[in-house]
Structures are given as C-alpha cells and as structure tokens.
C-alpha cells in the first residue's frame, strides 16, 4: 500500500505538465473509449450482477449496480461534460497589493492525491476519476466489492489511454488491497494522501471519520425530507412528491419522508396514498396520518433511517415551524424541500434549515452534480467545510498565495 500511494504522490507532479487544453483532449479520449470497450464493460458488470443475485442484494442495490448500453453512454457524456468545464486551476481568485507595495495573488491550486471510498455504482469509478483529472488531482478509488469486475474494467479503459499519451497510469487507479484492513491502511497515511472522500453507507463514513489522519470530506446519508405547506399548489407536490420518492429510490437524494401540514392533511393525505400505492410504496406514517389514511406505524428510528429503498414515512405537522422543528430534529444535512406559494413561508424554512440544498417547489432529486451543471460530482458533501453539497471541479481545489515583491523586507 504504501509504495502504491508513494508512486500516486509522485506522479501528481506530472499533473502539473499537462495543460488545460491537453487534459480537454484526453478526457475525451477517455470518453470514446468507454463507448468504443461498451461490451467489455457489459461482460464485466454481468459477472457482478450474477454475484449481486448469488448474495441477494437488494433491488435497489442492483439498480445502483447495472450497467447498459445508456449507461455507458451517460458515463461517456458525463466525462464530456467535464471536459467542456472551464479550467479550475491556476485562476487568479483575488489580487490587490499591500501598503509595503507587494503584489498578491490567490491562485487555484489542485488538491494533490485524494482518496475516494464507494459502494455500488460502477459510473462513480469514470465521474470522480474524470472529475480529479480535470482539477489535476491523483485520484486512488477503492470501490465497493459488489462492483469489483465493473471498476476493474472501467479503470482498465481509462489507465490505456493514459498510456497511450505518455502519462502514468498511477493518475487513476484502484487500491491493490480493496479489504477493510486496505481501507484502514488508506485512510492513515497523511505522508501520501491528501483528502478522503468517503460516499456510503453510515458504517462505513462513520468508521472512516472515528479512524482518518487523513483529512475527510463525508458523504453522509440523505435523510432528505420534502414539506407540503397549506399553501401549496396540490397538484404539483403530489408530483414533486412522488418524483422525489419514486423516480429512483435507491439514491442519497431521494426522499424519506413525507410531512404534511395539519390544516391540508385531511384532503391531501388520500390523494398521495392513492398515487404512492400505484407506485407500489410501502408506507409508514404517524397516529395522526393513520387517522387520515392506512399505513403502518413509523417509529422514532422509521424518522431516522435512510431506506434506499421504495419505502416513505409520513409525518402530519403544525405548519412550517413543525417542519422545521422535524427536520431540525431528523434531517443529515443533505437535501430538504417545502411545496408551498407563500414567499414569506419559503423564505423561512430556507433561512432556518442546515443543509446542502435547499428546495422550494422542486425535486430533491436534483440535489446532483450533472444537474447542477458541474458535468458530475465525486461527493454529495455534508460537511461545512471545506466543500459541501455536490462537489464538482471547484471542490477539488485549494489555493495558495504568490507573492512578488522588489526586495522588501520587514
């Protein structure tokens, strides 16, 4: 491990050779290939849904996992679009000169090595990698076991075209020891590694921020909640909701739960139960939803569970301070929304709630690098600091100060 991570630091000074332009070049380059090598990434994801079925992963899980011919597609795309980004590094952030008359510049600068941790989904191994190449980072990726064949041939496609343009192929690539101990290894050695990007399940962030030496950016768990206000358009956040549920409920900005203010939840709770049960989703709610409707009874660990999967809670509250108070109370600091018409309503629950992304009317869904137009992202970032929400280019960056003088001293 140790040599591996020693010769990914050494080769982040080759980053600083290439320019804006040939990083462009080869970025597509890597976007062909992975359209050009499509059936070798079918047969390789093949092999991990047979063992997805042989360990019964959840439908969720393996939908996270497939791969198709449009998914391959979208991958090449999303490389692409990274392409197309302006360059992060070496912008001038901010000039001025001092009083002593020296002249200072704070300048983009990349990262260095950065270790990102993943589970299920194999696109993560082509978006982050393109991501760090783009922001001239080193990127060392230790995916999820689920996805060993996918990444594996992934970070084939990329490293040949590397090769291919005189470049090491350590820029990108897979830890050699993918077990815990390898992970536990990873995350200590501050020598060679300069962030950790976490992005799983709440075993995994947790034990990676109790254990790091190396600085960590987490991607914590999407417990995202969409609030329906009394004065929301009905018809819309029937829809909002079922999008932010349905659409695809195995993913961090998905919504968990449902709350609903008293004084519209009498007329609005059977229409939702009508539409979620077309969709087939399993509903909890509290005593007063189930006075309204019938669903199961959500206790207080229902609240604080990230499903990943087609199952809602449903909670009736006392206008939007009851939201708030809910998710002041339940939400991680991902993704929250309110449906309603009322500004003043809006303004409130924007200013009151802790979180990455913050929704009036719309989608949590959209909490996403692609959508938020950064082409992807290597994380969603719960953190505050240094980077939070979706992390594209811009989050993979520092900066220094240069400094020109004319022999001052002080």
């Not at 991501?131 to 990444?151: D, I, P, R, Y």
């Not at 820029?171 to 799983?200: H, T, W």
């Not at 309603?340 to 629950?349: R, V």
């Not at 802790?354 to 137009?373: E, I, L, M």
Request: with cysteine; glycine share 8%; charged share 25%.
């Amino acid at each position: 491990m140790e040599q591996f991570l020693a010769e990914a630091k050494h080769s982040s000074r080759v980053m600083g050779t290439i320019s804006g332009a040939e990083k462009n070049r080869i970025l597509r380059e890597m976007a062909n290939s992975l359209r050009a090598n499509s059936m070798d990434l079918l047969e390789a994801n093949a092999l991990d849904m047979l063992d997805a079925d042989k360990n019964s992963l959840s439908s969720a899980l393996k939908d996270r996992l497939l791969l198709d011919e449009k998914r391959i597609n979208a991958m090449a795309v999303a490389v692409e679009e990274i392409a197309a980004l302006k360059e992060p590094v070496g912008r001038v952030l901010d000039g001025w000169v001092t009083e002593d008359g020296l002249k200072i510049e704070k300048v983009s600068i990349p990262i260095g090595v950065i270790g990102i941790i993943y589970e299920s989904r194999p696109n993560v191994t082509s978006d982050t990698a393109a991501l760090c190449f783009k922001s001239s980072n080193v990127c060392v990726l230790k995916g999820g076991k689920e996805a060993e064949n996918s990444n594996r041939a992934i970070a084939k496609i990329l490293q040949s075209v590397l090769e291919k343009n005189n470049l090491p192929k350590s820029l990108i690539s897979l830890i050699p020891d993918s077990s815990r101990e390898g992970v536990a290894k990873l995350i200590k050695m501050d020598k060679y590694v300069d962030l950790i990007i976490p992005r799983g399940g709440e075993g995994l962030i947790k034990y990676v921020c109790d254990n790091a030496t190396v600085s960590v950016v987490k991607h914590d768990k999407g417990q995202c909640h969409t609030y329906i206000d009394k004065d929301a358009k009905l018809d819309d956040a029937i829809k909002i909701a079922i999008n932010a549920k349905v659409q695809r409920p195995g993913v961090c900005n998905a919504m968990e739960t449902l709350l609903v203010d008293s004084a519209i939840a009498k007329n609005a709770l059977p229409l939702l139960k009508a539409e979620f049960d077309k969709a087939h989703t399993e509903l909890k709610g509290c005593i007063n939803t189930q006075a309204i409707i019938d669903v199961t009874l959500a206790t207080e660990k229902d609240y604080d569970t990230e499903y990943l999967a087609n199952i809602l809670n449903i909670r009736v509250v006392e206008g939007v301070e009851g939201a708030i108070e809910h998710i002041v109370r339940f939400g991680s600091g991902h993704s929250e929304a309110i449906i309603t018409q009322n500004i003043t309503s809006a303004e409130m629950f924007l200013n009151a709630i802790d979180a990455a992304a913050v929704y009036v009317n719309a989608s949590t869904r959209f909490t996403d690098g692609g959508a938020f137009g950064f082409g992807a992202e290597v994380g969603i970032s719960t953190n505050k600091l240094h980077a939070r929400g979706p992390m594209g280019i811009e989050g993979l960056t520092t900066y220094k100060f240069k400094i020109y003088g004319s022999g001052q001293i002080r």
